[in-house]
């Protein structure tokens, strides 16, 4: 039986760690919610001080 399991939480606390690791523990695979057009735009606004940046991008 197949199983979906979906990791909830605030930005930067660890959720894909947390999946990545438990997929390579049980041999399946992680979906990112995280479009790919956006993962470039997500590393600038991560090198940003201000993490009220992040906050209004992510929101």
């Known amino acids: ?3 979906f399991i979906a990791f909830e939480g605030l930005d930067a606390c660890g ?4 999946s ?9 695979v992680v979906h990112s919610a995280v479009i790919e057009e956006a993962l470039e735009l997500r590393k600038v606004i991560d090198t940003y001080e201000s993490k009220e940046s992040a906050f209004l991008f992510f929101y």
């Open 1 to 3: 039986m197949n199983k």
């Open 20 to 28: 990545s690791l438990y997929a390579k523990e049980k041999n399946s």
């Open 15 to 18: 959720k894909t760690t947390l």
